[in-house]
């Protein structure tokens, strides 16, 4: 069978950088002459982008996995691959467990993946596991969406929380030159792409491992000065980050958002725990005062600003009382949007070990209990919205209303209005906001723009 005819299928779990290396190994798979399949018992060649963040997205990875080995056992000329955080974290093990799959490639092999099909196909079962220099890639990923866009600034994370696993598989931190990142940006913004999203673990890391610092030593790369050498890409309406670290969150990088126009007012800054005492066994470095008055410091600039985060609950020797401190600061600050998570010991982790661990019972309730009040929170934050005009970045029509289209809004709220998509996607359009749930909006737009003369 020629090449041309071959299909492959990705399944991505997990975060944004997982998506963003689908995206790219998918464009590497197209550019060796693959085409995408939606189903994967249509497609040859099956790549599971795997996700290790909790037990359960590691063990969700085996289940579909088990089905594919069948199949192969069936059809040898299948080709099985794992990449991404599981590939990174077992490694041979994973060739152990599961016999036939054909390449394990870790996070930071994800451009190489052609060359490692080549050593595939020439008959080898490769692992790629070894800690290596992210290469600039110069092949166009397949994007998902043809409005926004992910963009990698850095990679990696040098950070020891103790529950986490990411710096473990993810590796030290590497950040891509301001030079590369920009290039990528006026790409996409030629290519008629509206919004970018800047990625990194920790994003206000970036640049620390470039070279060139101020004889004080600070670095001249830092986040804030990536968003001014960035912001003005032609074609690119609207600029979003994510995630950001509060032991490193600065003024300055407050300042900047509000001073560029079109860097978007939302904050995804995850606090983990409210309690002083959980966040130092975690090693995060703040306490929940510090936290607060960053939160105060942006509304102070931005009072409009929409906030998210990530908790986690039931971490081992929490408290009753401690949860309550993370109720407390929940309640307190008034999150548009918080993802949640019960602890999850993770492997070549601190925390995994201590003797201190809490029952699943305890952890669920508690989870109930946050998500319960993060939904209340939620509800009444978007009554803000009410009969305000919000400008919809429409991305896509409404799965459940053809006659409707979804986009967002400039704080990150998914927003429905009735519209074609045909002549709305891509277009940023004002909204008067006329119903308002927890975790979306629907309004009537108030002026349509005219279809392009294309
Ligand atoms: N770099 C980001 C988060 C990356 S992981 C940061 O520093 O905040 C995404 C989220 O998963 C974390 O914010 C945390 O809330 C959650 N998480 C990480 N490890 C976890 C674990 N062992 N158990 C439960 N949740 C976890
Ligand atoms: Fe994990 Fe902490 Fe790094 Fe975030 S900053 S990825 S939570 S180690
Ligand atoms: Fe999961 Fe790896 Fe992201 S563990 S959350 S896919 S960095």
């Known amino acids: 069978m020629s090449s041309n005819s071959r299909r492959y299928h990705i399944t991505t ?31 040859e060649v099956i790549l599971y982008n795997t996700c290790t963040i909790r037990d359960n997205a590691e063990q969700k990875v085996y289940s579909y996995l088990g089905r594919q ?70 092949t166009k990923p397949r994007r998902e969406s043809r409005v926004t866009a992910w963009v990698n600034v850095i990679y990696g ?66 986040f804030t000065d990536l968003l001014y050498f960035v912001h003005d890409v032609p074609g690119i309406e609207r600029i979003r980050f994510a995630t950001s670290h509060p032991r490193y969150f600065t003024e300055r990088l407050i300042r900047a958002c509000q001073e560029l126009p079109k860097v978007c007012e939302h904050f995804h800054i995850p606090f983990q725990s409210g309690d002083n005492q959980v966040l130092k066994a975690m090693s995060r470095g703040y306490t929940h005062e510090k936290y607060r008055r960053i939160i105060d410091t942006i509304r102070r600039y931005m009072p409009d600003a929409a ?18 401190n993370t109720l407390q600061l929940v309640a307190d600050i008034g999150f548009d949007r918080l993802n949640t998570a019960a602890y999850s010991p993770r492997p070549n982790t601190p925390a995994a070990l201590w003797d201190n661990q809490l029952s699943e019972e305890v952890k669920r309730d508690r989870l109930a209990r946050l998500n319960h009040l993060v939904e209340v929170n939620a509800a009444s934050r978007s009554q803000r919205y009410l009969d305000r005009i919000e400008e919809v970045l429409v991305e896509d029509q409404n799965p459940k209303n053809p006659s409707q289209v979804m986009g967002r809004t400039r704080g990150n709220n ?40 294309t």
């Open 13 to 43: 779990f997990g975060c944004q950088m997982n998506k963003a290396d689908s995206e790219r190994m998918g464009g590497i798979l197209e550019q060796m002459g693959f085409q995408f399949s939606e189903d994967p018992n249509d497609a």
């Open 69 to 138: 080995a069948k199949r192969k056992r069936e059809q040898p000329n299948l080709t099985l691959i794992v990449a991404g955080c599981v590939a990174q974290q077992e490694g041979e093990t994973l060739l152990r467990r599961v016999p036939e799959l054909d390449l394990v490639l870790g996070p930071q092999h994800a451009n190489r993946l052609e060359d490692l099909l080549e050593q595939v196909f020439a008959g080898n079962q490769v692992v790629a596991t070894e800690p290596i220099h992210i290469m600039e890639d110069i």
């Open 157 to 222: 994370c040098n950070e020891r929380c103790t529950y986490c696993v990411v710096p473990s598989v993810r590796g030290v931190e590497q950040s891509r030159t301001p030079e590369a990142i920009r290039a990528e940006m006026e790409s996409l913004g030629r290519q008629g792409y509206k919004e970018v999203t800047l990625l990194g673990q920790n994003i206000d890391a970036y640049g620390r491992d470039l070279p060139g610092s101020t004889p004080e030593g600070r670095h001249l790369h830092t």
């Open 307 to 324: 906030i998210s985060a990530d908790a986690i609950v039931g971490f081992p020797g929490e408290t009753e009382e401690q949860f309550q």
């Open 414 to 453: 998914l927003t429905f209005f009735t519209g074609d998509i045909n002549h709305l996607k891509g277009q940023i359009v004002p909204v008067k906001i006329t119903q308002v749930r927890a975790f979306s909006l629907t309004g009537e737009p108030i002026q349509v723009p005219q279809p392009a003369l």
